[in-house]
């Protein structure tokens, strides 16, 4: 019932944050609650509501998550883009496929100094589109790769949901850093195999090649990828050998990406301003979902729905693989309607008792949780937040299909990714690298 609640609320228009304060008032109003009579359902709805906003948003912990915002925000207006697709080209032209691998690598480098999928999506996606398309490549192939591999961000860390949810489960936020490099890698690696086998089987997709990079053309390139790896050796490394905290090591990384903004010419005083506006913005509503998600899962706990939920459950004796293929199958539903952030703090009150009597390992299934959610986001309408394409509901749908072969080469010839970056200086056209 609860559910048919937050799902009307959220069809009314309302925020998600305030939809989950509302269902939350909801459930106390309409279950029993066995009050004394001296206390009134508004006084304990008010108490939930007090203890519920204190607890969620006082934990130094989540200090790093809009510092990693910030970072992200400031990279995206820089020339990064430019600078890893000038850098990646000589390494990737004699791999079948070749700039169509520049999406994943590009992502993934860009998803280690950022932490936010959407950020990781439009950055790379403003340039890499436009210019795949104008050597020749198959548009689907591109923009599918990059639907894909935008959402890396959920789990090469830093991951902001990796963040929110070591805070909310109360797990290491470093190990979960450290548990999702070789998912994220893996993934990469099977989105660049799978570009590797198209290219093979349906060679038309590929323009052909008029150019080939020596060595020293690309450890001349190499200078452009340099600071992005020495930034993300910064950032994460000081984590991985228990130099900085998180939040230390956010705070690093936004010196970090000031530092690339200057040394690329591109912080002005209102790309700063912008950058600085857009974080709050989304520090704020990430936190107010939090909020409204820790007071819902008081409600929940206080009612008693997620003790029967978790006995209702042992009792149908499933078996964990089991339990965790209906979680799967949840979450990918809740991807179509829902952002990843919103699917995990809404569902963790409830599921994370349920798996750890099943007999799971929090830090375990945090990984599985990014990697569900990341694999949730790229269906429709999935990556509709970081990227533009006119035309209607049907071709978007198909368009935003991970990696789906079936939308015309031709489509959206308008193309591009959002952001408001003019475009920079981009690897000469005449070279099919």
């Not at 019932?1 to 937050?6: A, D, E, I, K, R």
């Not at 470093?174 to 989105?191: D, N």
Request: net charge neutral; hydrophobic share 55%; glycine share 10%.
């Amino acid at each position: 019932m609860l559910f048919g609640f937050l799902l009307f609320y959220l069809l009314a228009g309302l925020w998600i944050g305030f939809s989950l304060f509302f269902v939350g008032i909801t459930g106390m109003l309409l279950y029993t609650t066995n009050l004394p009579p001296a206390i009134s359902i508004w006084d304990k709805i008010g108490g939930l509501l007090v203890n519920s906003l204190w607890n969620s948003l006082n934990s130094w912990s989540l200090t790093a998550l809009p510092l990693f915002i910030l970072m992200g925000e400031i990279l995206f207006r820089t020339a990064i883009s430019t600078k890893l697709l000038n850098g990646l080209v000589p390494w990737l032209s004699n791999i079948p496929g070749r700039l169509l691998h520049i999406n994943v690598v590009a992502c993934s480098l860009f998803a280690a100094v950022s932490g936010s999928s959407a950020a990781t999506t439009a950055t790379v996606g403003k340039i890499t589109l436009e210019e795949l398309s104008s050597r020749g490549y198959d548009r689907s192939l591109a923009i599918g790769s990059l639907a894909g591999a935008g959402t890396l961000g959920f789990l090469i860390p830093p991951s902001l949901i990796m963040i929110i949810y070591g805070v909310l489960s109360d797990t290491s936020i470093g190990k979960l850093f450290i548990g999702g490099i070789i998912p994220g890698l893996m993934l990469a690696g099977f989105y660049s195999l799978y570009i590797i086998i198209r290219a093979k089987l349906n060679p038309a997709l590929v323009p052909a090649a008029d150019r080939t990079y020596s060595w020293v053309e690309r450890l001349a390139a190499f200078k452009e990828l340099f600071p992005v790896l020495l930034l993300v050796l910064v950032v994460l490394g000081g984590i991985y050998v228990g130099l900085t905290t998180p939040t230390e090591a956010a705070a690093i990384g936004v010196v970090g990406a000031l530092i690339l903004a200057l040394a690329y010419r591109n912080l002005s005083w209102e790309n700063f301003r912008e950058a600085l506006m857009q974080a709050v913005q989304t520090s704020c509503m990430i936190c107010l979902i939090i909020a409204g998600a820790a007071f819902l899962a008081q409600v929940v706990g206080f009612v008693g729905i997620a003790r029967g939920i978790s006995s209702y459950i042992v009792s149908l004796n499933m078996s964990p693989g089991l339990l965790l293929l209906v979680l799967g199958l949840m979450y990918l539903v809740l991807g179509m309607i829902l952002d990843g952030i919103s699917i995990v703090v809404m569902t963790l009150p409830i599921v994370l008792p349920i798996i750890l009597a099943a007999g799971f390992h929090p830090l375990w299934f945090g990984i599985y949780l990014v990697i569900m959610v990341e694999l949730s986001q790229d269906y429709p309408p999935g990556r509709l937040q970081s990227l533009r394409h006119p035309g209607d509901l049907l071709r978007i749908g198909r368009l935003h299909h991970p990696l789906n072969p079936a939308v015309p080469a031709h489509y959206d010839s308008d193309g591009g990714a959002a952001g408001a970056v003019p475009r920079y200086c981009p690897v000469p056209a005449q070279s099919d690298d």
